[in-house]
């Protein structure tokens, strides 16, 4: 090789745990749709010669989730093989940015070209007024910004600026978000795939969301207009994984109730599925109004969705209105979930805990009322945080209200603000607390039962999926979306600002971490696998129900302790029965006229 070679090297980066370590694994979990997309375009502008014909372009991809990374190491093989380079340190979120800022300046120290991107970089250009101290910081150490999609062809020119040594400071598409129709397929190297936990990969069908929610950032970086990809893309997404072994994928869209063209997308994954045999399961995220779309959970779970995560976010009314999330309807969720269920898919949920009108008794009584009155399996909390993007920060920062200056605690699974009626130890309480109620061993019975009474329940899946996510948060201290296969950890990799650990003191630690884990890994598999071996031979278990599951009418439904015991629940039950008075006089009168 020689100078008319580019490398251009694709990172996405982790964040460090508390202890100041990368959190990575030996199998991770979930691929990143950022990896896969940003590839993706990069083999096409490598595909059309964006550097010209006398240039080759070497394509490098890392996630730091399962791989280590080593900057000085990849700056001598760059140097080895010769040419030139550009290292993108791609999809860093706030809570990643920490970790992207060690490695950026690593790889300048190397003399090597790098940019950042992602949602950290977008939500900050798009909502705040100045960067933030440590982008300007690191800007002004040489390393570029790249706000924005790399959809439409701009990796072009972020190529030939990088290999004329002349990248800018700041590349700014916020305020032009690229049609998605037609952009090349979103795909990781078969290589990536041998280090998450199966042929899993993910792909994104839609950007944007026409909802105003106050904590979200993504309706500040990918907009609130909605803009998607085309059943024949879908086609293609799906023949290229599957070609290298990959049948399993992630829907990364953050709301695919609201794409218009769920219908023909679904349409041709079931035909892909009926036709011609095609294995493919799907993980897809909904709304709580999904299933009033007529044929929406059929059809997908026809295509192939067997779990489905769903933006629960809160059984109280007053805090879904304070936090400007309106579309959910508290008096839709039994009805929602039970329809999931009877069509066999696992339903997943998130919890936000933190709303103002918040208290650590009514946490933890809200989550005993999801717990008994609705037929969720897996459930996921999460902080309220302030995520730089999202319109709460912008409101804190104005207010000169305190946040936590660590961006790498902004993972939502830390506390990083004050609460207006919790203390700081009450919050951090009821978010610990509301995990060990729903994972208890009692809970896990019930909703093994639940699972063991239908016909497409799945109760072996559901045990699986609930160990994984207690044992995330009980021996790895992690959120389970981060979560893992045999946690790695390298000596010198530690945080920047933290000591290097003596080699005496490290090792034996690991070790002994290593140890007490698997043994409660070991321990706590056995205790709930009895339960399962129970539920599994009870005779009874065809037979079994309770509140969750059960039919109940309209007007029974208000007797229900989510009505009558969260605020606002007798409110929204008379607003849904007044809005339904008026749709129904509507229609009379349309009809008499």
């Given at each position: 090789?020689?100078?008319?070679?580019?490398?251009?090297?694709?990172?996405?980066?982790?964040?460090?745990?508390?202890d100041?370590?990368?959190?990575?694994?030996?199998?991770?979990?979930?691929?990143?749709?950022?990896?896969?997309?940003?590839?993706?375009?990069?083999?096409?502008?490598r595909?059309?010669?964006?550097?010209?014909?006398?240039?080759?372009?070497?394509?490098?991809?890392?996630?730091?989730?399962?791989?280590?990374?080593?900057?000085?190491?990849?700056?001598?093989?760059?140097?080895?093989?010769?040419?030139?380079?550009?290292?993108?340190?791609?999809?860093?979120?706030?809570?990643?940015?920490?970790?992207?800022?060690?490695?950026?300046?690593?790889?300048?120290?190397?003399?090597?070209?790098?940019?950042?991107?992602?949602?950290?970089?977008?939500?900050?250009?798009?909502?705040?007024?100045?960067?933030?101290?440590?982008?300007?910081?690191?800007?002004?150490?040489?390393?570029?910004?790249?706000?924005?999609?790399?959809?439409?062809r701009?990796?072009?020119?972020f190529?030939?600026?990088?290999?004329?040594?002349?990248?800018?400071?700041?590349?700014?598409?916020?305020?032009?978000?690229?049609?998605?129709e037609?952009?090349?397929?979103?795909?990781?190297?078969?290589?990536?795939?041998?280090?998450?936990?199966?042929?899993?990969?993910?792909?994104?069908?839609?950007?944007?969301?026409?909802?105003?929610?106050?904590?979200?950032?993504?309706?500040?970086?990918?907009?609130?207009?909605?803009?998607?990809?085309?059943?024949?893309?879908?086609?293609?997404?799906?023949?290229d994984?599957?070609?290298?072994?990959?049948?399993?994928?992630?829907?990364?869209?953050?709301?695919?109730?609201?794409?218009?063209?769920?219908?023909?997308?679904?349409d041709?994954?079931?035909?892909?599925?009926?036709?011609?045999?095609?294995?493919?399961?799907?993980?897809i995220?909904?709304?709580?109004?999904?299933?009033?779309?007529?044929?929406?959970?059929?059809?997908?779970?026809?295509?192939?969705?067997?779990?489905?995560?769903?933006?629960?976010?809160?059984?109280?009314?007053?805090?879904?209105?304070?936090?400007?999330?309106?579309?959910?309807?508290?008096?839709?969720?039994?009805?929602?979930?039970?329809?999931?269920?009877?069509?066999?898919?696992?339903?997943?949920?998130?919890?936000?805990?933190?709303?103002?009108?918040?208290t650590?008794?009514?946490?933890?009584?809200?989550?005993?009322?999801?717990?008994?009155?609705?037929?969720?399996?897996?459930?996921?909390?999460?902080?309220?945080?302030?995520?730089?993007?999202?319109?709460?920060?912008?409101?804190?920062?104005?207010?000169?209200?305190?946040?936590?200056?660590d961006?790498?605690?902004?993972?939502?699974?830390?506390?990083?603000?004050?609460?207006?009626?919790?203390?700081?130890?009450?919050?951090?309480?009821?978010?610990?607390?509301?995990?060990?109620?729903?994972?208890?061993?009692?809970?896990?019975?019930?909703?093994?039962?639940?699972?063991?009474?239908?016909?497409?329940?799945?109760?072996?899946?559901?045990?699986?999926?609930?160990?994984?996510?207690?044992?995330?948060?009980?021996?790895?201290?992690?959120?389970?979306?981060?979560?893992?296969?045999?946690?790695?950890?390298f000596?010198?990799?530690?945080?920047?600002?933290?000591?290097?650990?003596?080699?005496?003191?490290?090792?034996?630690?690991?070790l002994?971490?290593?140890?007490?884990?698997?043994?409660?890994?070991?321990?706590?598999?056995l205790?709930?696998?009895?339960?399962?071996?129970?539920?599994?031979?009870?005779?009874?278990?065809?037979?079994?129900?309770?509140?969750?599951?059960?039919?109940?009418?309209?007007?029974?439904?208000?007797?229900?302790?989510?009505?009558?015991?969260?605020?606002g629940?007798?409110?929204?039950?008379?607003?849904?029965?007044?809005?339904?008075?008026?749709?129904?006089?509507?229609?009379?009168?349309?009809?008499?006229?």
């Open positions: 090789m020689d100078a008319r070679d580019f490398h251009f090297v694709m990172i996405k980066p982790t964040h460090y745990d508390d100041g370590y990368p959190i990575q694994w030996l199998r991770s979990a979930i691929p990143s749709n950022t990896l896969a997309s940003l590839n993706g375009l990069a083999e096409a502008a595909d059309r010669n964006a550097l010209g014909e006398h240039v080759r372009i070497h394509l490098h991809t890392y996630d730091e989730t399962n791989k280590r990374v080593r900057p000085e190491k990849i700056a001598r093989d760059i140097k080895q093989q010769g040419g030139k380079a550009l290292i993108a340190l791609v999809g860093v979120q706030s809570n990643q940015f920490p970790r992207a800022t060690d490695l950026a300046r690593r790889f300048l120290k190397e003399g090597l070209q790098t940019a950042i991107g992602g949602f950290h970089v977008s939500g900050c250009i798009s909502m705040l007024d100045d960067m933030p101290d440590e982008m300007v910081e690191l800007q002004a150490e040489g390393v570029s910004y790249f706000a924005g999609e790399a959809e439409d701009r990796l072009d020119q190529f030939r600026d990088a290999w004329n040594g002349d990248l800018k400071p700041l590349y700014n598409f916020m305020a032009d978000l690229p049609s998605l037609g952009e090349p397929t979103p795909i990781l190297p078969s290589k990536h795939i041998q280090f998450t936990a199966g042929s899993h990969s993910s792909f994104d069908l839609g950007r944007g969301c026409p909802f105003q929610c106050s904590f979200c950032t993504i309706i500040n970086v990918q907009g609130r207009k909605s803009r998607f990809r085309s059943a024949d893309d879908l086609e293609q997404i799906i023949r994984n599957y070609e290298q072994g990959i049948n399993r994928f992630f829907i990364t869209d953050d709301n695919f109730a609201r794409n218009r063209e769920w219908e023909p997308l679904f041709r994954l079931i035909s892909l599925r009926e036709k011609e045999k095609f294995d493919i399961k799907f993980i995220q909904v709304d709580t109004l999904c299933h009033r779309i007529e044929n929406f959970i059929e059809k997908a779970t026809r295509a192939g969705v067997n779990r489905v995560f769903i933006g629960l976010e809160n059984i109280n009314p007053d805090n879904l209105l304070a936090a400007k999330k309106r579309q959910n309807k508290i008096t839709e969720y039994r009805e929602m979930l039970q329809k999931w269920r009877a069509n066999g898919a696992t339903t997943y949920a998130g919890y936000i805990i933190g709303f103002p009108g918040d650590k008794e009514s946490v933890l009584r809200d989550v005993e009322i999801i717990k008994n009155e609705l037929p969720l399996d897996l459930l996921e909390f999460f902080y309220l945080t302030p995520l730089p993007g999202s319109e709460d920060h912008k409101v804190l920062l104005s207010k000169g209200s305190w946040m936590d200056p961006l790498n605690k902004y993972d939502l699974n830390h506390r990083v603000a004050h609460h207006p009626k919790m203390t700081d130890a009450e919050w951090e309480e009821a978010y610990q607390e509301a995990w060990e109620s729903y994972y208890s061993d009692t809970h896990v019975e019930t909703v093994l039962r639940r699972a063991a009474s239908h016909r497409k329940g799945r109760p072996g899946n559901k045990l699986f999926l609930m160990m994984w996510f207690k044992l995330m948060i009980q021996c790895e201290g992690v959120h389970p979306l981060e979560g893992g296969y045999f946690r790695l950890k000596r010198k990799d530690r945080r920047s600002n933290l000591p290097v650990e003596s080699a005496l003191s490290f090792y034996p630690g690991y002994w971490e290593i140890v007490a884990k698997h043994w409660a890994y070991v321990s706590s598999t205790r709930v696998y009895r339960i399962y071996r129970k539920v599994k031979s009870s005779p009874e278990r065809h037979s079994y129900s309770d509140i969750a599951i059960e039919e109940i009418e309209k007007d029974g439904e208000e007797a229900l302790a989510m009505i009558q015991e969260t605020r629940g007798v409110e929204a039950v008379a607003k849904t029965a007044r809005d339904a008075s008026i749709v129904k006089a509507a229609k009379e009168r349309a009809v008499a006229s």
